[in-house]
């Protein structure tokens, strides 16, 4: 069965500082994708960065970076030049094959932001 | 709207009653998918649809819960009977595709529906 883990339950970072949130995944499938959401305290998952499984290239969008190493399943989301609305729930969380696209999710790693 | 819309975004609930979410998903979406958040935790998967047809279904905890979309647009979940454990906020989600392609298929969520059963 496919599983996320987030292993830090809060992170702090002060502003314009860098973040690393870590990010592990368990999957036999060949073919899958891995996303990150943010959810600030108004509840909505806003989507921050995707990797592909067969994507050579880490992805960026942004402040945001993807560090993708597959052999170690690793997919851990940096942040470059914290921001103070960067304060949310940061979850990871990686598409299951089955036919169409269903997200598993990790239990999420809050982030604040001092100044 | 542009976004996924959710109502109502809060509801209170007696154990014993039922009650019915909506879900209207952007415009055009062939895909919608019912995740439940429990306090502290991640979204896990409760049901999909594919236009109006329900091709999984295998998230929803018991046969109390009963999604449907019978438009393939706006879609409804029903809890009947709520017990204090269907206590969480109800997320729903659509995207543009109906199949599973290798690249970005991102999922649009809404703010959810918080349920709170007492």
């Known amino acids: 069965a496919q599983k996320i883990t987030q292993t830090q339950p809060g992170m702090f970072v002060q502003e314009k500082e860098a973040v690393t949130l870590d990010c592990t995944y368990d999957?036999?499938?060949?073919?899958?994708?891995l996303f990150w959401y943010k959810q600030p305290s108004s509840g909505e998952m806003i989507f921050l960065i995707y990797?592909?499984?067969?994507?050579?290239q880490n992805a960026t969008e942004g402040r945001y970076s993807l560090n993708f190493q597959k052999a170690r399943k690793s997919a851990n989301l940096v942040i470059s030049a914290s921001q103070l609305g960067d304060s949310a729930m940061y979850f990871c969380?990686?598409?299951?094959?089955?036919?169409?696209?269903?997200?598993?999710f990790g239990t999420g790693t809050r982030l604040l932001v001092s100044p | 709207g542009a976004g996924v819309s959710q109502s109502p975004r809060y509801k209170v609930a007696k154990r014993g009653q039922d009650v019915a979410l909506r879900c209207d998903p952007i415009s055009g979406h062939v895909s919608l998918f019912w995740y439940q958040q429990a306090l502290g935790q991640g979204p896990e998967f409760l049901t999909y649809?594919?236009?109006?047809?329900?091709?999984?279904k295998s998230g929803l905890p018991s046969d109390r819960f009963f999604a449907e979309r019978p438009e393939g647009s706006v879609s409804t979940l029903k809890i009947q009977r709520t017990q204090q454990e269907d206590s969480a906020v109800y997320l729903c989600?659509?995207?543009?595709?109906?199949?599973?392609?290798?690249?970005?298929?991102?999922?649009?969520f809404g703010q959810g529906t918080r349920l709170t059963v007492v």
């Open positions: 969380a990686m598409s299951v094959n089955t036919g169409f696209q269903k997200l598993v």
């Open positions: 649809f594919q236009n109006e047809a329900q091709l999984d």
């Open positions: 990797q592909g499984s067969y994507d050579e």
């Open positions: 999957t036999s499938d060949q073919s899958y994708g």
């Open positions: 989600a659509s995207s543009l595709v109906g199949v599973f392609v290798q690249g970005l298929t991102e999922a649009f």
